[in-house]
């Protein structure tokens, strides 16, 4: 399973990023794949997630309004995104992507609850 992440980059506040992450080697229909963020000397922390194949979305209290997160699937490959607009300081972190088979609703917000991980693409929003 490989996952690559990217379109991070600097931003303005109140700006906007689209981060990508290519997600190859599994038909993750049935997984959650999310997105978690860790900024210098904090935890890793939840941003959103799809919910296995429902096309339902969750996101944290942080974010929510401001980003989407949305995927489209091919055999075998998945693109997954993150639309993040009205971007402020605080959203300044290195955003990963994550692969988990056995993520359940109580647990989707938990990093160790995902099995495979993307390289970090660094979003840094300017005040």
């Known amino acids: 399973v490989q996952l690559q992440a990217c379109g991070g980059g600097l931003v303005q506040t109140r700006g906007s990023l689209r981060l990508s992450c290519a997600a190859s080697?599994?038909?993750?229909?049935?997984?959650?794949l999310a997105w978690f963020r860790q900024a210098p000397g904090k935890e890793r922390e939840f941003v959103a997630a799809?919910?296995?194949?429902?096309?339902?979305?969750?996101?944290a209290d942080s974010v929510r309004g401001r980003f989407a997160i949305s995927r489209d699937n091919a055999k075998n490959l998945v693109n997954l995104y993150l639309q993040m607009n009205s971007l402020k300081p605080e959203d300044t972190a290195v955003y990963y992507c994550?692969?988990?088979?056995?993520?359940?609703?109580?647990?989707?917000?938990?990093?160790?609850?995902?099995?495979?991980w993307g390289r970090g693409t660094q979003v840094t929003v300017s005040s």
């Open positions: 080697g599994r038909t993750f229909t049935n997984y959650y």
């Open positions: 994550a692969a988990g088979a056995g993520v359940i609703t109580s647990t989707r917000a938990r990093a160790e609850s995902y099995d495979w």
């Open positions: 799809m919910i296995r194949n429902s096309g339902r979305a969750d996101y």
